[in-house]
Structure formats: structure tokens, C-alpha cells
């Protein structure tokens, strides 16, 4: 579902302690005001490294050791003493890389990183019962957790496997030589994402690195087709503008939006006592619309960090205009507009979304979207709320795609019943998105099972009711391995 925003507004303590002045002024903690300065600086180091260390003026050797010690020291500044877990976790599998075989490189990797995660997790919230009052040094973990599982699988389907195994995308991200210790910090400690994200894949932040990056996405699409005479150089400071407007906005949203409507109104007594079913239901759906500027907020803001050091070109799009993408974690219109539980998801936390896709959905043999969800679950901590949301988003997404299957087609007769049907349906995503997340946030038992006691727990008795009395039809869907018999009999395998 949804990911907490690494290092994002909601931290309550830090190692660094310089801005606490400013902190006591502008009645925030401290640990968001370290994080916005931070991220900031990242993004001011982005111009100066795409301008003074552009790759026509320096060597790749130099661009990784000015992105690697640009990140160790933020990470250092945002989570003091916390940090060297970040970088014991780094180190361990950087062991595996370099002795593992590659036949199983992936499964070290992962399992490896995700017990550490784990371990992170529990150890910080029950054992030291730090709760969430502590500096939350889990944010830049969970990134770094998810680059290192991503490059494993790719060295895997790069060395370890027969190329007719792989489908087009893996094939596409293979990575054929292990990467250097140089090369490995850079891609998991760079300044631009080892903060707030978001994931990327090696092949591409090589190429950045290397000068390749926008050539290669131009030469992706043709670019003389687009109506180019010559090789463009696109710049991404239209992009880079636009994405910090988007920041500024979201920052004023969450500093009155979210401050007025706090979470913890779905505990007030006359919410959960008071308040009829329909006022507690455009509530609920008014709550978590706040609980949301903070996500767009440090994710918008990471996605322009990158650009501005010239990372995230994803080619042309229809209309000749250059796109700056390729990283982005979100779709705020698409998320807003969503008319299925489907495309919401699809559009919020887009990177995690993909690096569940490629690391678990596309190759375990079976239960995808059940596993899917777990490993999301797990990977996000061990807050109680996380597994109800997770849960519950099973039940509604194997629902709404019930009722889907057997509805959609009676409205596509016409342009008014396609109209009426968008209509319904955004309505339905959003209080249905509001119902599921609510817990996420919430984080506790006792909250999660107040609200949905006060809501009847409506929405899981009407998915259980879909998929016990509606015909689960199949659907269409993109094949999830290339359809070669050696992809068949290796599948388990992977």
C-alpha cells in the first residue's frame, strides 16, 4: 500500500541538534526540521554536481565518490549514531556480491536484508520500546534494503540465468559484471536518494553516473521520429521548478490541512460514539485526505532532488515534450481522479509499487497478490495497523476486481453510463482507500478496532460478501514470465 516517507514529517528526535533554535521558533520537532534542511542542501548539491561534476568534466570514479560522501554525511546529520545501521547492512551484503555464487546471490541478498530490516524494526519499537517518539532511522534502511534486493535479483538475471529465461524487462535491467565496492556505495548511499528515496535501478544510475543516462533514453524513443534534427540535450529545470511548486504547496497543506484534521480525531468520542454512519464515513474520507500532503510533500521534493542533479529523464513523451519521470513516486491527479482500487495503488508509492512487482509478484509460483502484500507488509515494519491495512487491502483488491470482471462491460454501451460508472466508482476507490489505510496510520490495535467497530466494519463484510457470492471471471493480464518452456520448469528456481 503505502509507505511512510523515509525521514519524513513526522520524526521526533535526531542526532544533530544545530537547527533546534529554529525548531523551537517554528514549533516543529526537530527531526523535520533537519530533514527539509537537509533535503534542501541535496538539493542545491544536485545543481552544483550536475553543473561542476557534469560527466564531460570529471570521471565516473569522481562523480561516485562526491555522491557517496554527500550521502554518508547526510545520513550521519539526520540520524546520528542510528546511521551505522545503514551501513553495517551495506557492508554485509556488499559480502555477499563479492562471494556469494550467482546462482543464489539473490536469495542471500534478500534474506539477508529483510531480517536486518526486521530486526530493526522490532528491536526499535518493542524491545527498546522506543515506540514512535524515537528517531525513525528505518526510512533510509527500508530504501537501501530495497536497492540492495533490486541490484541481487539483476546480477542473478544477469549471470546466473539463460537469457530466453528472462522476460523483456529483465532482460532489459540484467546486470552482466558485478559492480565495484565504489560503484555499490554510490548507488546505495548517493545523496539524492538515501534519504527519502526513492529506488532506482543500477543500470540506469550507472549510466547517469557515467554521462549516458539521456542518450540512452533518447535513443529509447527514437528521437529522430520526435522531430529532433540533432541529439537534444534536454534540462531539467522546468521539471525541477514545477515538482518544488508542488513541494511548497503540499508543505502549506500539511502545516494547516493536516494540523486541523490530525488522525487522532477518529478516536474522539464523538466520532466513535456520536457522529451518524454517513458522517463518520465523509470523515474518515476528509482525515485521510490530510494524512497525505506530508507523502507528496517528501516525495515530490526527493524526485526534484534527482532531477536536479540531472537523474530521472524517461524520454519524449507524445507531444514532444521531455519527460523527468522515470523515479517519480507518485501521481497526484492520477491518485485524486483513481476509479479503482487498481489505479490507485498503481500511482501511489510507484517505485516500492515496481520493486514489489519485480522482486516478488513477477517471480514467486504462487499467490502473487497475497505474497505481494506480505512482503509489503513486512518490509514497511511491525506496527499492528500495517497488517490490518495490508489485510484488508487484499480482501478489497481481490473484491474490486470481482466486481469489476463481472460489472464494467454493462456500462461501456454508452458515453452517460461511462460517465455514471467513472462517477460511482472514484467515489467508491476513495472511501474504499480511506477505509483500508486508516490503520496504517493509526499504527495501534485498540484505535484500528474502534474505528472499524464504529463503521460496522462495512467494507469487509460487503468484499466478503463480493467474493463469496459473485463469480471471480477471469481476467486479462500481462503475462508475468516470458511463456518459453524454460522459463516454465525454471520458474521455481527464481
Known amino acids: 500500500m503505502a509507505a511512510e516517507p523515509p525521514s519524513s514529517l513526522s520524526y521526533r528526535t535526531t542526532g544533530s541538534t544545530c537547527l533546534h533554535p529554529l525548531s523551537e521558533l517554528l514549533g516543529i520537532p526537530l527531526d523535520q526540521v533537519n530533514f527539509v534542511a537537509c533535503q534542501l542542501f541535496a538539493l542545491f548539491a544536485a545543481f552544483w554536481f550536475r553543473v561542476y561534476l557534469s560527466p564531460g568534466k570529471t570521471s565516473p570514479d569522481v562523480r561516485h565518490a562526491f555522491a557517496t560522501m554527500f550521502g554518508i554525511y547526510f545520513v550521519i546529520f539526520c540520524f546520528g549514531w542510528y546511521s551505522i545501521h545503514l551501513f553495517v547492512l551495506v557492508l554485509m551484503c556488499y559480502g555477499i556480491m563479492v562471494t556469494a555464487n550467482v546462482s543464489s546471490i539473490h536469495r542471500y541478498s534478500f534474506f539477508v536484508a529483510m531480517a536486518y530490516l526486521t530486526l530493526c524494526h522490532v528491536s526499535r519499537i518493542y524491545i527498546f520500546h522506543y515506540g514512535i517518539l524515537t528517531t525513525d532511522f528505518s526510512g533510509p534502511l527500508m530504501i537501501v534494503t530495497q536497492k540492495i534486493t533490486t541490484l541481487a535479483f539483476q546480477v542473478h538475471d544477469g549471470l546466473g540465468r539463460r537469457a530466453e529465461d528472462l522476460s523483456a524487462e529483465q532482460h532489459r535491467l540484467a546486470v552482466k559484471v558485478k559492480p565495484s565496492f565504489l560503484e555499490y556505495l554510490s548507488y546505495l548511499l548517493n545523496f539524492m536518494s538515501v534519504i527519502a528515496g526513492p529506488c532506482n ?292 528456481k527464481d
Open 201 to 492: 535501478n543500477f543500470k540506469d544510475y550507472i549510466a547517469f553516473i557515467e554521462g549516458r543516462h539521456i542518450h540512452t533514453k533518447l535513443l529509447e524513443v527514437n528521437w529522430k521520429q520526435r522531430g529532433f534534427h540533432s541529439l537534444p540535450e534536454p534540462s531539467p529545470t522546468r521539471a525541477v521548478i514545477r515538482k518544488l511548486c508542488m513541494t511548497l504547496v503540499s508543505l502549506l497543506l500539511f502545516l494547516t490541512l493536516t494540523k486541523s484534521f490530525p488522525i487522532t480525531c477518529l478516536t474522539d468520542d464523538w466520532f466513535v460514539h456520536k457522529a451518524n454512519f454517513l458522517t463518520r464515513l465523509c470523515y474518515l474520507y476528509i482525515v485521510m485526505q490530510a494524512s497525505k500532503p506530508k507523502y507528496y510533500f517528501a516525495w515530490t521534493l526527493a524526485d526534484a532532488v534527482n532531477n536536479a542533479a540531472g537523474f530521472g529523464f524517461s524520454g519524449v513523451d507524445k507531444d514532444g515534450n521531455f519527460c523527468w519521470d522515470l523515479l517519480s513516486n507518485l501521481n497526484i491527479w492520477k491518485i485524486e481522479t483513481a476509479t479503482s482500487f487498481k489505479m490507485y495503488l498503481e500511482n501511489w508509492n510507484i517505485q516500492t509499487a515496481t520493486w514489489l512487482k519485480r522482486v516478488c509478484y513477477e517471480r514467486v509460483p504462487w499467490y502473487p497478490t497475497v505474497l505481494t502484500f506480505i512482503l509489503s507488509a513486512l518490509w514497511h515494519g511491525v506496527y499492528p495497523g500495517y497488517y490490518f491495512t495490508f489485510l484488508t487491502g487484499i480482501l478489497v483488491t481481490v473484491a474490486a476486481r470481482t466486481v469489476r470482471n463481472n460489472f464494467r462491460h454493462y456500462f461501456r454501451s454508452s458515453k452517460a453510463l461511462q460517465v455514471a460508472y467513472d462517477v460511482v466508482t472514484w467515489a467508491v476507490t476513495q472511501l474504499a482507500v480511506s477505509y483500508t489505510v486508516a490503520p496504517f496510520v493509526m499504527l495501534a490495535v485498540e484505535p484500528t478496532i474502534s474505528l472499524y467497530k464504529s463503521m460496522y466494519f462495512y467494507l469487509h463484510i460487503i468484499s466478503l460478501l463480493i467474493i463469496l457470492f459473485l463469480p471471480i471471471k477471469p481476467h486479462a493480464h500481462i503475462q508475468r514470465q516470458p511463456q518459453t518452456p524454460n522459463s516454465v520448469n525454471k520458474k521455481k
